[in-house]
Structures are given as C-alpha cells and as structure tokens.
C-alpha cells in the first residue's frame, strides 16, 4: 500500500467517522437501526453543493447542510413515533423520499464541486499538500465531534437518552420522554451523517445523488467493528472505537484493493466488505465463548 | 571490501540498471469505473482492444490496473487515491462521478475520461478546445436529433414520445433536456417515466403503454441493464421501442443511428496512445463521439419491429449498417 492510499484510507474514513459516530447514538445507544442515513448523507452533499455553487460559502454551506439532515431525522422520528411506523421501515421510506428531494435540490443528478473553493481550501493555503489537507481538517472536526457527543451523554439529556435506549419501559416509568430521546438522537446523527456527506462530497470534488449506497453497511461495520476490536463500557472509549473502527475498515478496504496479493481482483471488493463485517460481527461471539471456557 | 562483495555489487549494479532500462518500457495505466454494467464494460474491452491495435501487449509492454468502484463513492475515492499513489502513466476514468474524483485528486497525472457526457457542466474541463490542465477526454453526447428524425421515419404520425429513463443519472439527464428542447419543433409531445433502479424499468414501460406512439430511451446504463424486460412490455403493447447505442437494437430495439460503445473504447485508446507519447491532455481538445468520424451508423432490428407492430420504409433498410 503506497502512502497516497494510506491518506486515502484516513482520509475517507474520518469522513465517514462522522456517521459512525451518529450510528453509534442510534444504533448502540438508542438501540434504533436508523437506515435513513441512506438519504441524509447525499441530503448533505446536494444541500451544501448547490448552495456552493449558488455563491454560498463553503463553511455556510456545510453548516445549512448538516441542519438540512437533523430535519430528515425529524423525518424519520415522525414516522415512527407518530405514524407508528417500524424504526427500520421508517428510515426507509425517509430515505427513500430523499432521494426525489436531493434531485430536486440539485435540479440534476450531480453537481461538479473541482476548482472550487472548499472548506479545505483555507488549509491549502496553509502550506499543507492539497492531498493531506482533508486529513488535517477532517480530523479536527472528527475530535470535535466525539468529544461533543461524549460531554453530551454525560449530561442530564444524555443520560435520559442512554436510559431510553437501554430500557424503554423503566425509563419512561422514571419520567423520561422516550419519544422526545428518539426525536434529539436521529436529529443529531442525521444532522452529523449530512455533515460527512457535505464534507465528502467537497473532498471527492462533486455531489451525487447516489452517493448514499452502501453508506449504512459502512457506518455499521464501524460501530461494529470498532467496538467488538475495542470492548468498553466507558463512552469515550467507546466513540473512539467508532472512529477507529472507521478507519480501520477503510484501511482493510486499501489492502483488499491493492489486487494480486491473494488473487483478489476488482469485483471482489464488496464480498471483502461483507466479509470484514461477519468477522467483525463473530469476534464479539467468539470473545464471550471463550471467556466461558477459561470460567469453567 | 572483499572481491566477491564487490563483484556482487556490480551485478546489483548493473541488474538494476537492466530492470530500469526494461521499466522505461512498459507503460502502466489505470483504468477505474464506477459501476459493472455491461455498456461501460464495454468501453474498457473496446480501450483494451484499441490499445493492444496501438501496439501494447498488457504483461508486455503495459500494465494495466482495472478497479470498479461497484456503485459505492467511498471506495471510488479510495481507488483514485491508490492510483495516485502508484503513480501510473495515465489514468482512464470511466463515467462522470470517477471522473470528478479523479480531477479534484490530482492535477499532475494524466486522465483521459470517457463515458461523459457533460464535460463542462460536470466541471472536468473548463473549455473544450486545448482545455489545459491533465485531463481531456470523450463525450458520450448523442446525436439525439438524428435519433428522432429516424423514429418519425419510421413512425409517422408521431404525436407523443415516451421517455424511460433513471433521473439519478446525469448522462441520461442531459438527453432528455435536449428531447425536451427539439420535441416541439420536430412537432410531438412528450410523456416521461422515470425508472428509479433496475427493479423499476419494467413498470415504467408499462405506465407508457396506450398513451405513446412510441418509446426512446436514452443512453441509460439503468434502463438498459433490464433491457430485455422493456422489450417484452414494448411487444405486449405494440409500442415500438428506440434507443441511442447499437447493442440495444441487436437485443430488441426497433432502430437506431449512433455509435458503438466498444467503439467509444477504441477511440479512447487513441487518446491514451499520445498521452503515452507524450502529448499532454491539456492540449488535447475534448472529442465528441458523434462528431467523430465514421463513428454513427444505422441499425435496424427487422424482427423486434414486426413484433412491435411497425412497418419499416424499404429505402431505410438500404441505408442501414447492420440489420439483426
């Protein structure tokens, strides 16, 4: 692997640490599969790029967008908590609606971003290379993001929402609003996942309307694999895994496409994919057994 | 230092000098696509085709790095960025998105993209003649003029046109603005049916059957993906069907004038040779595949039109360069 694909991976996976971390909220704190970050991350790429090129600027455009995604959240909390729809029913058919929005927005299926000024351009004139320049900033922004959410979960809201999500029932007997827990978590993972779509997408150099496949399998093996590599139960230690596991999984992905090395070729790259995230998935399992066997 | 470490040195020496002297030989180029479809596979065997015609015998004299983003932005991304660090001699991206990726990546390593069909709107380039910088490439833009005089020709009294087309596709985007902008002119109107994903073409068909006196598809990897089902619906209903590339035809459309996708790919490989040559891409103008010589021909499949229940003129047969 050359250093350009190191970057690469961390670059590429500090973007998507972004929705790793607003998945670890709902998928491990609020125990709710949200697959509506499906629509939100192009959500953001579409709301940021055609306000870029409308003479927004770049930091504006970023910030409008990532509140474009707590509104598709919103979305999504809606539906299930008052059309009392299926969660994972819910996010679909949010993302699904997206999808139509983002064309709309866009008025066509793609818009280039290449020689515009982008929140990365300030760095450039920094003196740092162009292609390390989203790493420095990505990063910062990643560090940010998870020292927020971890301030935030130890405050009184926080900790409703960890109470919310481990046992609904006992929280709402103690008083606390689930509903209203569901509503602020997929508000701010949706908000973070348009976030990472609108600093990709200035990254990659266009917005597209399918840029949201296969975002949720990433985010999960993130999730997923980052905590089953990092086990915790400290939340720091925890979003950190979630952050790590991004990178890891980007890392794993360079070395899967760097071909010939074991007779992997281009279209394996998916099955690869799918196998990081079983393994990631058994480790856990596997853990638990053999903690078992030593205790016997 | 001892006679054999010495000798030893100088056979390392001039080992390496010999593998240096080989390296210079072989050309390496990548070539990244974003999705498998069988049109854009077709262009890469057409590029394979042409470059071997040009004289590259891959594991000879050319190494070649093939990579599908199969759908999926991020590991898009992440191939450019390997690319990159392997530092080939050129890069061919194939599609728009790929393209993007790999022009915001890097403004040293030459690209030559191919399958676009927007240069300008999608920001690759910023002017078509000597676009400067170290990308130049071919549009896919169709001939789309052309296309519907032969389907007046063939249907006559055509007042309205169905379109069946996947909007998220910025290829199959830009066709239909441009239907859209000659339809009133060329004296029909248009009924358009958006098929969201490969699962959704057939139903799209269906929704035009009864309202159009015929359907044109554009140059839509989604729609041709599930081809075959479009077909069945378009012969169920008698509606005949139109398209913007041969290989449609040979798999049931009634007719079309335009160009070949492996042809495209060879065209390609042209570009590609004098960017190993040693020509820039920035001086290279922006080719367009309908503009290119003796690269649009008509095809006709006389079958699919008996079945969808049209008449073909005689005098069309004889202009046609293929009839399946």
Not at chain 1, 136 to 141: D, H, S, T, Y
């Amino acid at each position: 692997m050359s250093l350009y694909a190191f970057t690469g991976a961390i670059e590429t996976g500090l973007a998507f640490a972004l929705v790793a971390l607003g998945a670890y909220l709902t998928f491990k704190v609020l125990d709710f599969p949200d697959l509506t970050v499906e629509g939100s991350f192009p959500l953001g790429a579409s709301v940021a790029a055609k306000l870029m090129v409308s003479g927004v600027d770049p930091w504006t455009a970023t910030l409008i967008a990532t509140f474009a995604g707590c509104l598709a959240g919103f979305a999504t909390a809606f539906l299930n908590l008052k059309l009392r729809i299926l969660h994972i029913l819910a996010g679909i058919l949010t993302a699904i609606a997206l999808y139509s929005v983002n064309l709309r927005i866009m008025d066509r299926p793609n818009i280039g971003l290449i020689n515009m000024t982008t929140v990365y351009t300030p760095i450039e004139r920094l003196g740092v290379p162009s292609l390390y320049a989203p790493v420095v900033l990505l990063a910062i922004i990643v560090v940010i993001a998870k020292i927020l959410i971890d301030l935030f979960l130890g405050t009184g809201v926080g900790l409703a929402m960890r109470a919310a999500g481990a046992n609904p029932r006992m929280a709402q007997a103690n008083g606390i609003r689930v509903g209203r827990m569901i509503v602020i978590g997929l508000g701010i993972a949706n908000g973070l996942t348009a976030m990472s779509g609108a600093l990709f997408a200035q990254m990659l150099g266009a917005a597209d309307v399918s840029m949201g496949i296969g975002v949720i399998v990433v985010a999960l093996a993130a999730v997923i694999g980052g905590t089953a590599l990092m086990p915790s139960r400290l939340v720091p230690m925890l979003t950190l895994a979630c952050v790590l596991g991004s990178i890891l999984y980007r890392i794993a992905l360079a070395l899967a496409l760097s071909t010939g090395a074991i007779g992997l070729t281009a279209s394996d790259v998916n099955v690869v994919t799918a196998v990081l995230v079983a393994i990631a998935l058994w480790l856990p399992v596997r853990r638990s057994a053999f903690v078992k066997r030593l205790g016997r | 230092m001892s006679k054999t470490s010495s000798l030893l040195t100088g056979a390392a020496f001039g080992l390496t000098l010999a593998v240096a002297a080989h390296a210079a030989d072989v050309k390496n180029i990548a070539i990244i696509t974003m999705n498998d479809t069988p049109q854009l596979l077709e262009v890469k065997e057409g590029l394979m085709a042409g470059l071997a015609a040009h004289g590259y015998a891959e594991g000879k004299n050319l190494n070649v790095n093939f990579k599908s983003a199969q759908g999926n932005f991020g590991t898009a991304q992440q191939i450019v960025r390997q690319f990159i660090g392997e530092n080939p001699d050129v890069i061919v991206t194939i599609t728009t998105p790929t393209s993007q990726a790999a022009i915001a990546a890097t403004k040293d390593i030459p690209i030559i993209f191919t399958t676009v069909t927007d240069p300008l709107k999608s920001k690759l380039v910023t002017q078509e003649k000597h676009p400067g910088g170290n990308a130049s490439g071919i549009s896919d833009l169709v001939p789309t003029e052309l296309q519907l005089n032969i389907v007046k020709e063939i249907v006559p009294n055509l007042k309205t046109l169905g379109l069946v087309y996947d909007p998220s596709l910025d290829n199959a985007r830009s066709t239909v603005e441009s239907i859209k902008a000659i339809a009133p002119k060329m004296g029909f109107a248009i009924v358009e049916s958006p098929a969201m994903g490969i699962n959704n073409v057939p139903s799209a068909g269906q929704a035009l059957v009864g309202k159009v006196d015929a359907i044109f598809v554009p140059n839509d990897t989604t729609v041709y993906g599930a081809f075959e089902s479009l077909v069945k619906v378009a012969q169920d209903g008698k509606v005949p069907i139109f398209t913007a590339e041969r290989r449609s035809v040979q798999r049931g459309a009634v007719a079309t004038v335009g160009f070949d996708f492996k042809d495209m790919g060879k065209r390609t490989a042209d570009m590609v040779d004098k960017v190993l040559k040693g020509t820039k891409p920035g001086d290279m103008d922006i080719q367009y595949m309908k503009d290119l010589p003796n690269s649009l021909a008509l095809y006709i499949n006389k079958d699919s039109a008996e079945k969808m229940g049209v008449k073909l003129p005689p005098d069309l047969l004889k202009r046609a360069a293929q009839v399946f």
